[in-house]
């Protein structure tokens, strides 16, 4: 017996040390440690996570040394708390602490609450009157301010304040809508609250204009109290929730049809003044996998997803990477809990048919039995249980007896409600879809409808429901308005500081959350102008499945999928300047500023068409001074150097290309170009001019390469604009210039460089004042002599208009017949041209008399030989006595003389002197001699060492020789 007992001692001792040496094994020893927190700033009373190592059941979170409260029971790696209140932001030092030790302190910054703003009383009212605003933080307040959805601008009101209640006067200029309600304080403004400014109607009207089954419908009117029924179309019978003389409020029913909505009354039947658009829920076909861990993807099929704006893997939110209507792309998010998956669209909730499994998360398969009382012990049977650190029924905690990683047993204790069982790990959450019916306990069957804005009319059904319930929405927020309370349903409106969540009564849950759809909140959009295609990007809240709108009624494309805090749009065409509107479900927010339409720009000319880099260049156009960006062919941007609407001045940048110009501003995505090429040119050179010579004024033609416009062309040092024609072409006229008779250079200049100097001879005019005409009258079919320097220069003679062919001309003589059909006599003008385009801007008049019969003396002949010009210097000495001899021809006149004439100079070999003689007088100068025999004057030239003269009256020859005459001629 002895030895049995000592055997039973030692195997109680045995159990005793691995029981001993557990609890020393589970034992924590070392100080907390912390490795992340959620987030570095947050507002007083939000509740924040720290992650770390080495946390127990005596941690304590310490700010700035002192100790704040805690939310929840600490993992060994979790904590959470609560900020503490502050007035003002200040940084603090964070740091957790065990009976083992304290953390090394990480830096937080606490923030103070903004206002916020829980109920308005009353929350429809007309302007001028009073409405209380219960709420919190109200100290400090600076303004209230009320805002229709259809108006730009804010609307102050007049208010005080008395703790945590505003007493607040509805402002005038509110549009008989709905309208937002902000308070502003020194700590920021807060989040709106629905207001409905009322005024007489007189229109009728319902809203929203479009839902799914279970919407709640709006009618707005005259006499519509005592409503019988509503119909959707003829036939289909909605439920009447509300009715009053000028609203009635109901619901779409199932298989609702895109029809009128007809009331009937006792006094007939109306019609709404359009059809209301009934939208088709979601529907859930396929998911690709049942399975992943955490960012595996997963593609959901299904119908109807347009707008969605919620996805869960069970209760865990997850992100909408991208939506098509029919295909969901998402992937498995981090802590995410095994279950049904969920999307949520305007029109309701659709769910998976079977469970998606997230590795390493718990999966509750069933549960057993599905209800009992305080006590009852329940199997919960699935997957990856082993680790679970909670599980509950509804909000109620479940005392965890046993548990394996298949099998957990949980015992009800005592208060808790009919609801949804769920438990926790640190893998992730699992919530079942199915109830555990606590016998007794309120429990909620139904949510009709499954989403709404503040002030919908919510259906709650269920059994047990209490005649006095206390329905409260999430954040704790109580629902004050209950309209029906019956034991399988409560009717009640959506509260102010609602939001998405589970609905509880008395302590039940609601089976799934209930989804506030809160208008669209813009709270910037940029740019804030542009043109056709210019992509916008709208800042916000709630803006998922959005509809955006420019003036004009004009719906804009998305680009990509967008999401709830942003999206980007492309400027429909047709769009004017105007507010952006963004339109979700619950309604339709305006920007508080205009978006600015731009022209888009065009190109209409540029100057010069070419150049090199940095020329200058002008373009005109159109809008141009939206932002200009100028480029030239090759993509090179040019400097721009000024800016209006209709030109623009750019510099020709370096590595530029021939081509086109285009430019692009802030009105076009794609450049606008140029219709015609710009010349990037080299340096301008001349191969040729024609004519070759000519006098001032003559029109030449500069030929050449490079030559664009404008070009400036440089005779002998004289600037002169030219006339461009081509690249390859220019033509001037010779301006006016001091040298003359000798070859000059010619070049041109461009935007590029100057040119070459090219050769031209220029040529002088024929000088008035030196020109004589032998004589200055005669009567027609006589002829003339006109003399004078520089006569090879001119291109036409007229007399009293009328063209005379010159029997003889030479550089210094020309010979002409007066025509005999000139037609009258008198005085006249001789006019001689010298430049090819016969321009009377370059001509010399001389004054001309056509006799009426011939002098007196014999007839000349029609022909006057004249001798050749002179040499430019005389090469012999002419001091030297000259003998006489006259031209045979003229031997029948009788004429006859002879002498000697002596021409005497200052030097030899000089032009000018003077002539003596017994019987004859004259001089001569610049190779010129002028000599009067017996009373007749004869003009002459030296050549080839004689001298030869010709009769101003007669036309009579006389040869002056250096030695005697000694040849047949002479007499």
């Known amino acids: 017996m002895k030895r049995i007992l000592r055997a039973v001692q030692m195997a109680v001792l045995a159990l005793l040390l691995v029981w001993v040496d557990g609890c020393i094994r589970d034992e924590v020893l070392l100080p907390p440690e912390i490795t992340s927190v959620s987030k570095t700033s947050a507002p007083s009373g939000e509740i924040?996570?720290?992650?770390?190592?080495?946390?127990?059941?005596?941690?304590?979170?310490?700010?700035?040394?002192?100790?704040?409260?805690?939310?929840?029971?600490?993992?060994?790696?979790?904590?959470?708390?609560?900020?503490?209140?502050?007035?003002?932001?200040?940084?603090?030092?964070?740091?957790?602490?065990?009976?083992?030790?304290?953390?090394?302190?990480?830096?937080?910054?606490?923030?103070?609450?903004?206002?916020?703003?829980?109920?308005?009383?009353?929350?429809r009212s007309g302007i001028g009157t009073l409405v209380k605003i219960a709420g919190s933080y109200f100290t400090n307040v600076s303004a209230v301010r009320f805002k229709s959805s259809d108006q730009e601008t804010e609307r102050d009101a007049v208010f005080t304040v008395a703790g945590d209640t505003i007493l607040v006067t509805v402002p005038a200029g509110l549009l008989p809508d709905a309208a937002d309600i902000k308070v502003t304080s020194a700590s920021g403004v807060s989040e709106p609250a629905a207001f409905l400014v009322l005024m007489a109607p007189k229109i009728i009207s319902f809203t929203p204009d479009n839902g799914a089954a279970g919407k709640v419908i709006k009618l707005e009117g005259e006499n519509l109290s005592d409503a019988q029924k509503v119909t959707f179309g003829p036939i289909l019978e909605a439920e009447i929730i509300t009715d009053a003389p000028e609203s009635i409020t109901v619901r779409v029913p199932d298989g609702a049809p895109t029809d009128t909505i007809y009331v009937y009354t006792p006094g007939g039947k109306g019609k709404t003044p359009k059809k209301f658009s009934a939208i088709p829920g979601p529907a859930i076909q396929t998911i690709d996998k049942t399975t992943g861990g955490v960012g595996t993807d997963?593609?959901?099929?299904?119908?109807?997803?347009?707008?969605?704006?919620?996805?869960?893997?069970?209760?865990?939110?997850?992100?909408?990477?991208?939506?098509d209507g029919t295909k969901i792309k998402t992937k498995v998010p981090i802590g995410g809990s095994s279950g049904k998956i969920s999307v949520t669209t305007p029109a309701?909730?659709?769910?998976?048919?079977?469970?998606?499994?997230?590795?390493?998360?718990?999966?509750?398969?069933?549960?057993?039995?599905?209800?009992?009382?305080?006590?009852?012990?329940?199997?919960?049977?699935?997957?990856?249980?082993?680790?679970?650190?909670?599980?509950?029924?509804?909000?109620?905690?479940?005392?965890?007896?046993?548990?394996?990683?298949?099998?957990?047993?949980?015992?009800?204790?005592?208060?808790?409600?009919?609801?949804?069982?769920?438990?926790?790990?640190?893998?992730?959450?699992?919530?079942?879809?199915?109830?555990?019916?606590?016998?007794?306990?309120?429990?909620?069957?139904?949510?009709?409808?499954?989403?709404?804005?503040?002030?919908?009319?919510?259906?709650?059904?269920?059994i047990n429901l209490p005649s006095s319930p206390y329905v409260r929405f999430t954040n704790n927020i109580q629902a004050?308005?209950?309209?029906?309370?019956?034991?399988?349903?409560?009717?009640?409106?959506?509260?102010?500081?609602?939001?998405?969540?589970?609905?509880?009564?008395?302590?039940?849950?609601?089976?799934?959350?209930?989804v506030l759809n809160v208008k669209p909140i813009i709270t910037s959009f940029t740019p804030a102008k542009g043109g056709v295609d210019t992509q916008v990007t709208i800042n916000g809240s709630y803006l998922t499945g959005a509809?955006?709108?420019?003036?004009?009624?004009?719906?804009?494309?998305?680009?990509?999928?967008?999401?709830?805090?942003?999206?980007?749009?492309?400027?429909?065409?047709?769009?004017?300047?105007?507010?952006?509107?963004?339109?979700?479900?619950?309604?339709?927010?305006?920007?508080?500023?205009?978006?600015?339409?731009?022209?888009?720009?065009?190109?209409?000319?540029?100057?010069?068409?070419?150049?090199?880099?940095?020329?200058?260049?002008t373009i005109t156009g159109t809008n141009l001074q939206h932002n200009p960006t100028v480029q030239f062919f090759n993509g090179v941007n040019a400097t721009v150097k000024s800016v209006s609407a209709t030109q623009l001045v750019v510099q020709v940048p370096a590595g530029a290309s021939t081509g086109r110009i285009s430019v692009t501003t802030d009105a076009v995505q794609t450049a606008v170009a140029s219709a015609t090429d710009f010349t990037i040119v080299g340096k301008p050179s001349i191969t040729s001019i024609s004519p070759a010579s000519g006098t001032v004024g003559q029109p030449i033609t500069v030929n050449g390469t490079n030559f664009t416009n404008p070009i400036t062309v440089i005779v002998n040092g004289t600037s002169v604009a030219g006339t461009w024609v081509s690249n390859n072409v220019v033509k001037v006229n010779v301006p006016v210039n001091s040298t003359v008779n000798k070859s000059v250079n010619?070049?041109?200049?461009?935007?590029?460089?100057?040119?070459?100097?090219?050769?031209?001879?220029?040529?002088?005019?024929?000088?008035?004042?030196?020109?004589?005409?032998?004589?200055?009258?005669?009567p027609v079919d006589w002829p003339v002599l006109l003399e004078g320097p520089n006569l090879g220069t001119v291109t036409r003679i007229t007399l009293n208009g009328k063209v005379i062919t010159p029997n003889f001309r030479q550089a210094n003589a020309i010979t002409f017949v007066v025509p005999n059909d000139i037609g009258s006599t008198g005085a006249m003008t001789l006019r001689l041209f010298y430049t090819s385009d016969i321009s009377t801007s370059y001509k010399v008049d001389l004054n001309f008399t056509v006799l009426n019969a011939p002098p007196p003396g014999p007839i000349p002949p029609p022909i006057i030989i004249l001798p050749p010009p002179p040499p430019v210097n005389l090469t012999t000495n002419i001091d030297a006595d000259w003998s006489v001899a006259f031209n045979e021809n003229n031997d029948t006149d009788g004429f006859y003389w002879e002498s000697t004439v002596r021409l005497d100079t200052d030097q030899d070999f000089q032009v000018a002197g003077t002539i003596s003689s017994s019987d004859a007088t004259g001089s001569f100068a610049s190779g010129y001699l002028t000599l009067t025999i017996n009373g007749d004057t004869y003009d002459g030239q030296f050549y080839n060492n004689n001298i030869y003269l010709t009769s101003r009256t007669t036309g009579r020859q006389l040869v002056l020789g250096s030695s005697p005459c000694s040849t047949p001629d002479c007499k």
């Open 48 to 123: 924040v996570t720290i992650n770390g190592n080495n946390f127990d059941g005596s941690l304590q979170v310490l700010v700035d040394n002192g100790v704040i409260s805690t939310a929840g029971t600490p993992t060994r790696t979790e904590a959470q708390f609560i900020v503490p209140f502050r007035t003002q932001p200040e940084e603090v030092s964070l740091t957790v602490k065990t009976k083992y030790g304290a953390s090394q302190p990480k830096a937080f910054t606490v923030l103070p609450p903004v206002p916020i703003i829980r109920t308005l009383k009353p929350n």
């Open 298 to 323: 997963v593609l959901i099929t299904g119908l109807n997803f347009t707008g969605a704006f919620e996805l869960k893997f069970g209760t865990t939110p997850a992100q909408i990477v991208s939506n």
């Open 348 to 462: 309701g909730t659709a769910l998976s048919t079977t469970d998606f499994l997230v590795q390493g998360a718990p999966l509750i398969s069933k549960f057993d039995p599905p209800s009992g009382v305080t006590g009852t012990q329940i199997v919960l049977t699935g997957m990856n249980l082993a680790s679970i650190t909670s599980a509950k029924v509804a909000l109620k905690d479940l005392k965890i007896v046993s548990k394996t990683d298949t099998e957990v047993t949980v015992e009800v204790l005592a208060g808790t409600v009919t609801g949804k069982i769920s438990v926790q790990t640190p893998g992730g959450t699992f919530e079942t879809t199915d109830l555990f019916t606590v016998l007794g306990a309120p429990q909620i069957t139904a949510v009709n409808p499954s989403s709404g804005i503040v002030g919908t009319v919510v259906t709650i059904t269920g």
């Open 480 to 514: 004050t308005t209950i309209l029906k309370s019956l034991s399988t349903q409560i009717i009640c409106q959506v509260p102010q500081g609602a939001s998405t969540g589970k609905i509880n009564v008395n302590g039940a849950l609601s089976l799934t959350d209930f």
């Open 547 to 617: 509809t955006v709108k420019f003036a004009n009624n004009l719906t804009a494309t998305k680009v990509g999928a967008g999401t709830d805090n942003q999206v980007i749009v492309k400027v429909p065409a047709g769009a004017v300047t105007g507010a952006i509107s963004v339109t979700t479900t619950p309604g339709t927010t305006n920007t508080a500023s205009k978006f600015e339409i731009l022209s888009p720009p065009s190109i209409t000319s540029f100057n010069p068409t070419g150049g090199v880099s940095g020329t200058s260049v």
């Open 746 to 778: 010619v070049s041109v200049k461009t935007a590029a460089d100057y040119s070459n100097n090219y050769p031209f001879l220029l040529l002088a005019e024929p000088a008035t004042a030196q020109l004589k005409l032998k004589p200055n009258n005669n």
